[in-house]
């Protein structure tokens, strides 16, 4: 089958750190990958993707790295700031998408 | 800020009511989701609808039923729900649901249900 998750619940940073968020899947067929940010009462906000034929991808402030040869995948935030506190998701898959557990990331002053 | 349009925000409903929550998206998507959420858990699929046609059905029990109108409304009709299907219901769209284009899904900010 085919399962997506996080290796840790929480991450606690202070602010202007930079913050590591891992995530793993099983699923070698996997082709595409989503990091998802849900702030407390908002539903998931897309923050970055990227295709099983890359190894990185690189946004504003953040970067997701791919390791196939592993099949893990991280999220990169860079500068942490206070309004980065959310729960990030990790979801991946090929015509469905299957999101992995979550991990609260707190972002202290 | 999200185009997918989810009312209501919040509902608050008994056992023997019938009430639907609505999601509308005008970003030309042809593909449209719900989803379950409940507290400090991933959302979880429940149905998939592309083309304005049911292709997904995650097991779910009759007592919702999905339905799309057109390609930028998507209901999802609630009937003799029980407390534990109280849960965060988000709505979702994107392009298509070919894989080779990618599925980035963009999420509403969900109808917050209470069934009591």
């Known amino acids: 089958g085919e399962s997506v998750g996080l290796h840790l619940p929480t991450l606690s940073v202070q602010e202007g750190d930079n913050s590591i968020i891992n995530c793993a899947y099983s699923n070698s067929a996997s082709d595409y990958f989503i990091w998802y940010k849900q702030e407390s009462g908002k539903g998931p906000q897309f923050i970055i993707d990227?295709?099983?034929?890359?190894d990185k991808r690189q946004g504003q402030r953040v970067t997701v790295l791919l390791n196939k040869t592993v099949k893990h995948l991280s999220l990169q935030i860079a500068a942490t700031q206070p309004g980065d506190s959310a729960v990030y998701f990790c979801a991946g898959g090929g015509t469905a998408l299957i999101f992995g557990k979550g991990t609260t990331l707190s972002v202290s002053s | 800020d999200t185009e997918v349009t989810q009312t209501p925000k919040h509902l608050v409903m008994g056992m023997t009511n019938k009430k639907s929550l609505k999601c509308e998206q005008h970003?030309?998507?042809?593909?449209m989701y719900w989803y379950k959420q409940k507290a400090k858990k991933p959302p979880e699929l429940m149905f998939v609808y592309s083309y304005e046609k049911l292709s997904i059905n995650e097991s779910v029990p009759s007592r919702f039923s999905p339905e799309c109108p057109n390609s930028s409304l998507l209901n999802l009709h609630l009937h003799a729900l029980q407390p534990e299907d109280s849960a965060l219901y988000l709505c979702?769209?994107?392009?298509?649901?070919?894989?080779?284009?990618?599925?980035?899904?963009?999420f509403g900010e969900g109808s917050w249900l209470t069934v009591v």
């Open positions: 979702a769209s994107s392009q298509a649901r070919d894989r080779v284009s990618g599925n980035t899904i963009y």
């Open positions: 990227i295709r099983s034929n890359m």
């Open positions: 970003m030309g998507h042809r593909a």
